[in-house]
């Protein structure tokens, strides 16, 4: 008889895998608590370099069923997804996917199916970064001042530099200006 597994991942604290557990439970699937795997990682992170996902492999053997909710529970990245079903796949163990409405992943239709979701998932996360690099460049031109603000004026600056010059410590021209040394000291060494 066919062991089943659930991975169950989120990417922060404040995340909870319950309702990840409570789908696969309505969906059918009887995963006793030693059987479910929750971890919080990102997805971005590569399935081998996750401490739960690795001691999940651990316990697998042939003719395991691993459950998920979604694809992106193994990963954002399509490539790492695809290998990561393989090398499972490769070991006798079928992967279900309930929001690909529970094919296998491991045979020919659920391979395919994932491979395309993948890969327009990618595709997706692409343009995103474009398109935010194309905002960043329009707003630079358009002559914004990108990042955190100065916490001096380019007067206090100047004046600041001066200090330093006359020999001021650094900590007592953070003072006088009302700033952390560190903004000081970057002063300091760019007039350098």
């Known amino acids: 008889m066919s062991r089943v597994f659930a991975y169950c991942r989120v990417s922060t604290a404040e995340q909870t895998t319950d309702n990840q557990i409570h789908e696969i439970a309505s969906a059918g ?3 006793s608590p030693q059987r479910t795997i929750a971890e919080t990682v990102s997805g971005s992170v590569a399935t081998s370099q996750r401490q739960g996902f690795c001691r999940l492999v651990d316990r697998l053997e042939t003719g395991d069923v691993l459950v998920v909710t979604k694809l992106d529970r193994l990963g954002r990245n399509a490539m790492d997804v695809r290998g990561t079903v393989e090398a499972l796949a490769g070991m006798g163990v079928r992967v279900h996917c309930l929001a690909l409405g529970g094919v296998d ?14 890969a327009v998932a990618e595709f997706e996360k ?10 960043l460049a329009r707003a630079k031109a358009a002559g914004k001042v990108l990042g955190r603000p100065q916490s001096l004026s380019g ?5 600041a530099r001066e200090r330093l010059a006359a020999g001021e410590a650094v900590a007592v021209v953070a003072r006088a200006f009302n700033t952390s040394r560190q903004t000081v000291m970057r002063l300091r060494d760019a007039a350098k």
């Open 29 to 31: 699937f009887s995963v």
């Open 105 to 118: 992943l491991t045979s020919a239709a659920g391979r395919m199916t994932m491979q395309v979701i993948a």
């Open 155 to 159: 007067a206090e600056a100047s004046k």
């Open 126 to 135: 692409d343009l995103l970064v474009e398109r935010t690099q194309a905002g």
